[in-house]
């Protein structure tokens, strides 16, 4: 038996990560994917039965991996977003959840005939619109910063809100015998705010003190957060069923305002628990369904989850952002996108089995409504959202955007090169006057420091897929890139070859000089090509040029038509993608459709697209 359950969770997390990964290649929703394999896995083949193979225990590892999910999401909310966005977040968090509760209860009341404690739950399950979904979602499309901050802080904050209405609604009706169903509802949330809250921030303020002063030694600070994510989630929960979910949420909140040196590093290592737990949870809650369920669901049930689409989420949006600043086409955007994810998953199955066992009116379809909800959500909202976005002016249209650090003469006209080939460019900068030249020429710039949180706060980074470090101080051009690496991928980032003191410029002379290759970029423009000789030949005069390709006029003509001395820079595939030189020898050089060349003074040849 144990090596039954050792076979399955090693099958569940190979199959949840391969499917992440192929998510990733074929750019779809790995959580489509996912629930997939959870129905393979299960009811098709019958390998995981994880109500049976787990007992006991699978309802306790759903809670604390959600818990787990809701920090990490929590440490992307950042307070500048709240006060820049402070009216509309209230609004979504309060406002909104009120008209979608209100609403969804009446219809499943109405419509379905569900007795009252069901439809009330109903309502409350489908307030949470899940930072497991949201979170994946979002960065798959790009989004610009407002509609991404809004659904980031709609999704974290109302899942544990849906939750702990769900409890306190069940509470009510099962577990007490008073008449005030508003007053134990509102008492119950004030408990749990004022607990969660407290310990939350409590928490989350002493483990920052306390890495502040070095009481913490650095191998043991992700391991104590992740201590202090399930301590913090128990204690509530001790308090008020589900006020876990809340307290974790706060607590990252906390600590991602915190400033703290190790914080990014502390993401990373949350954001790889997080992509095992949804995984994992994913494909369990899925194998977990029974299809007999779904057949349960008449015309009246699939009306009733088109209502809560295509109605409800868009009313309770245009309602509750009457007289924000919000424009048009964010709250477009916001009233389509609500995907259902992991938190609806789990109480809907532990509340549907629970109102079912009391006797409830329509409590068998709870959970198959909700099922239902979440796979058509997941699907539509997963598959559109970035469709939907382009569409909107909300995303980049354009596959890559690239940044450039260090504006100097030759770097601004290569962003401007980048710029004529429709590649989305920003060029940034400490100096005023070294953007000057960008400004004239309406390229986007940005003055500051790129490594200042107040950048992040304010430059709008989500169509930017590559980075060029080109100042002239080569150890900063590393800091850059090990700064940015894991966020854009290492490959992504560029820096160019850091020439020795020797000024011999070969590969011997710089052995044992450079700063190792796992915190550096990739090589930019080739081994032998460094800053300042490149500065000293456009200064010279020569020039960056874009030659188009086509069947009759191949890369092979290009380099053979081309000056000698010609230095390749890029090249732009059919796709809109860009690869800067040197690219990877099994790079598939027929679908460049344009390169982006270094050309001699005395080159006039222009080859178009001959």
């Known amino acids: 038996m144990h090596h039954h359950v050792a076979e399955l969770i090693a099958s569940i997390l190979i199959v949840g ?97 569900l007795s009252w404690p069901v439809a ?46 769900v409890v306190l609604i069940y509470g009510y009706y099962v577990l007490s015998e008073s008449d005030a169903l508003a007053i134990n509802i509102a008492s119950g949330l004030l408990i749990s705010l004022v607990v969660a809250s407290a310990l939350g921030v409590g928490v989350g303020l002493l483990l920052a003190r306390a890495f502040r002063q070095g009481k913490v030694p650095e191998y043991l600070k992700s391991p104590l957060i992740l201590i202090a994510v399930l301590l913090v989630y128990t204690l509530c929960n001790r308090v008020q069923s589900e006020a876990g979910l809340l307290a974790t949420t706060i607590l990252g909140i906390t600590l991602a305002n915190q400033q703290l040196n190790t914080l990014h590093e502390l993401k990373r290592f949350k954001e790889y628990v997080t992509i095992l737990l949804v995984s994992s949870t994913f494909i369990v809650l899925t194998a977990d369904i ?43 955007l916001i009233a389509w996108i609500a995907p259902r994810g992991i938190v609806a998953a789990a109480v809907a199955g532990l509340f549907g089995a629970e109102l079912t066992d009391k006797g409830y009116e329509g409590a068998e379809l709870l959970l198959p409504l909700i099922f239902a909800l979440i796979i058509l959500t997941v699907v539509m909202h997963g598959l559109s959202i970035g469709w939907v976005a382009r569409k909107l002016g909300l995303a980049s249209s354009h596959p890559d955007g690239v940044m450039i650090v260090g504006a100097s003469s030759w770097s601004t006209a290569l962003a401007n090169e980048l710029h004529k080939n429709d590649i989305p460019v920003v060029l940034i900068d400490t100096n005023w006057d070294a953007l000057k030249a960008a400004r004239m020429n309406n390229i986007p710039t940005h003055y500051g420091e790129v490594l200042s949180e107040r950048t992040e706060e ?43 003191d020797t ?39 020569w020039q960056f040029e ?65």
């Open 458 to 500: 304010v430059l709008e980074l989500s169509h930017i897929t590559k980075l060029l470090a080109v100042t002239p101080n080569e150890a900063y051009n590393t800091l850059i890139c090990s700064r940015f690496g894991p966020e854009l991928g290492h490959r992504h980032v560029y820096q160019m070859g850091w020439k020795a």
């Open 290 to 332: 029974n299809p007999e369920i779904l057949q349960r669901l008449g015309w009246q049930s699939w009306l009733l989850l088109a209502l809560v689409i295509f109605v409800f989420r868009p009313l309770s949006i245009y309602l509750s952002t009457i007289g924000t600043d919000i424009n048009k086409k964010d709250r477009m």
């Open 17 to 113: 990560i391969a499917l992440q990964w192929v998510g990733w290649r074929l750019k779809i929703p790995a959580l489509i994917l996912l629930i997939a394999a959870g129905f393979i896995m299960g009811p098709i083949t019958g390998w995981l039965k994880p109500t049976e193979d787990f007992g006991e225990l699978l309802q306790p590892m759903v809670s604390l991996s959600v818990a787990v999910i809701l920090f990490e999401g929590g440490l992307s909310l950042q307070w500048h977003e709240f006060k820049k966005n402070s009216r509309v977040i209230y609004r979504l968090v309060t406002w909104s959840v009120v008209i979608t509760f209100g609403t969804g209860s009446l219809a499943a009341h109405y419509l379905l005939g």
């Open 503 to 541: 000024g011999r410029g070969t590969n011997k002379a710089t052995e044992g000089k450079l700063p190792s290759q796992s915190i550096r970029g990739e090589t930019l423009f080739g081994e032998a090509i460094y800053y300042n000789d490149f500065a000293q030949s456009f200064k010279d005069g």
């Open 120 to 165: 009330l739950v109903f309502g409350a399950i489908i307030i949470v619109t899940g930072p497991t979904v949201i979170m994946p979602l979002l960065k798959q499309a790009n989004l610009r910063k407002q509609p991404s901050s809004l659904l980031r802080w709609e999704g974290i904050v109302n899942d544990p809100i849906g939750a702990l209405l």
């Open 546 to 610: 874009s030659t188009g390709l086509s069947e009759q006029y191949t890369l092979e003509n290009l380099t053979s038509d081309k000056p000698e001395a010609t230095e390749l820079i890029a090249a732009i595939d059919e796709s809109g993608n860009i690869v800067f030189y040197p690219w990877d020898e099994n790079l598939d050089t027929q679908t460049f459709k344009q390169i982006i060349s270094f050309v001699p003074q005395d080159n006039n040849t222009k080859q178009g697209d001959a």
